[in-house]
């Protein structure tokens, strides 16, 4: 599989969870339940990033920040003083769950970003997704 398409697949991923963990936070009144725009647009940006500039630098940085914001998520979390209570009341399996998949698919999203953003500065080329693209032949001596 190609490293970008790993890389837009994890990067969603992380946001389908981070988005579950978040609404779950909310309904557990960890998180306020109030209107956040700020929130809106943060996801926004993230989607934005993954699925159209994917193959850019700043679709690298904003999934790099997607990736980090899932793996920071069992860090907050399970440092909290109400960790023990919430595992072990109604729903905590899924709360549990939700954390220990967004700590290891944000490191695995940040690792693929930071591998992405090291073979752009380097000035390899990009993986294209067109088919049509014509690709160079390499030569024989």
Not at 18 to 33: F, M, N, Q
Not at 48 to 72: D, K, N, Q
Not at 118 to 133: D, K, M, T
């Amino acid at each position: 599989m190609k490293h970008s398409v790993m890389l837009t697949i994890a990067s969603l991923l992380s946001i389908l969870l981070l988005t579950l963990h978040v609404t779950d936070d909310i309904v557990r009144g960890i998180s306020k339940a109030g209107s956040s725009n700020i929130a809106l647009l943060v996801l926004t940006v993230f989607l934005y990033g993954t699925l159209v500039l994917a193959e850019r630098r700043s679709g690298h940085v904003i999934m790099l920040l997607v990736g980090l914001f899932a793996a920071a998520m069992p860090v907050i979390h399970m440092r909290g003083v109400h960790y023990g209570e919430i595992a072990t009341s109604t729903g905590g399996f899924f709360f549990v769950w939700t954390l220990w998949a967004l700590g290891g698919l944000g490191g695995f999203t940040f690792i693929l970003s930071v591998r992405g953003l090291w073979s752009l500065r380097r000035g390899q080329p990009q993986e294209s997704n067109n088919p049509n693209v014509e690709r160079p032949v390499p030569r024989s001596r």
